[in-house]
């Protein structure tokens, strides 16, 4: 009776987690979404503790205080600007309990005797993805934290040593498929998982993160799916699957978003400097500085302005300047708008993220394909910390590297205030024509400072 209750509630936790993937598809529901996924967290793992095969509980209940005393912290005092590295962290710590799951599942199994083909398969599996999920999660982080570079860390011979690890592992696990009680084999097999991680994610660049964080993510879910098979659990078949396959159609997204195919993302070290492609291509124009109280005067009394905010505005932790700043010119009757490109940030959705906890409204935040539409409207549109991915290059240059990458259309707009530290490229390599339009203004400094001064100027207007 106990086991068909178990299964009835893992039945349910199923369906809160499809619920919830749903509900977090829109940023009006997404709330929601993470309730519904709570909860259902919480009943599968309530159900869980009632398994025949749990004999003790005393680890379990320090995991779950080490756990919590771990994730509050996480959770509560990570700002967003920093939810990229925490979410690869994450990524880490999941794949590190599968990993762990399925090396104690092997052991115990060797010293019973009771190793059969098909569960060493799955436990196979389960170590291949964890250890790369672990390590690769790992310096997603450094690169994403900037403990590492975030340019892509390039040596002779990569991508072929890095198929022949991976090669190396396959062989390992057809070869304990075989012979299942072959401890060395399995012990390479987890080595060789944990170095490929480092070696895959080493050679690419921070501005492919999102595509890396999102693939890392899928690879966590199948790890979690093969665990499930290996310990006969039906929701971790359940989550890993909708987590690896969730994860596989985001990366895509970002694949497309960037205009980049998933090979050149893994092998292609986008963003390298000092390549062929780090190459400028823009028509030769200077570049307009502007004054504070020019710009203001010009947002002060402009009918629609749309913001387009970059990962400079993360990483000068704008986002509530510019919202109070969107907010005056509101006041003064003007109406704003939020363009929001699917790669303008380090993780997918993290300008829809940083803006919403600003207190930016949600129908104030308009995706890439329908404001591009609303750029020849607008009076002004304001770039803070964007670069690529507001470069005409895309459009108009077949010579340029990131031609066909999809941008907003900012150059359509009346008039642009570009917002920047400096003069310098983007993570392309690529001169920006945007910024030497005739149009086009530069406004130079810190963004968060900057968007203070512009607030101050507007409310003086």
Known sequence: MTEILIQLAYLFAAFLFITALRALGRPDSARRGMQLATFGMAVAVIATLFQARIVSYEWIVVGAAVGAIAGYPLGMWVPMTAMPQRIALSHAFGALAATLVGIGEYTNGFSGGTLVRPTVMALGLEVLFGGVTVTGSLIAFGKLQGILPGRPLIFQGQNAINVLLLAAGCCCLIWLIAFPAQVLVFSAMVAIAILLGILFVLPIGGADMPVIVSLLNSYAGLAAVATGFAIDNNILIIVGALDGLSGFILALAMSKAMNRSFANVLFGAFGATGTDTAVATAS????????????????????RVIMVPG???????????MRELGDLIENRGGDVRYAIHPVAGRMPGHMNVLLAEAGVPYDKLIDMDEINERFVEADVAVVVGANDVVNPAARINPASPIFGMPILKVDDAKSVLVLKRGKGRGFSGVENDLFVDPKTSMLFGDARQSLLDLGLQVKEA
């Open 311 to 321: 990962y400079g505005l993360a990483v000068s932790q704008a986002q509530h300047q």
């Open 284 to 303: 030769g124009g200077e570049m307009s500085a502007t004054t504070v109280e020019d710009a203001a005067l010009r947002l002060a009394y402009a009918e």
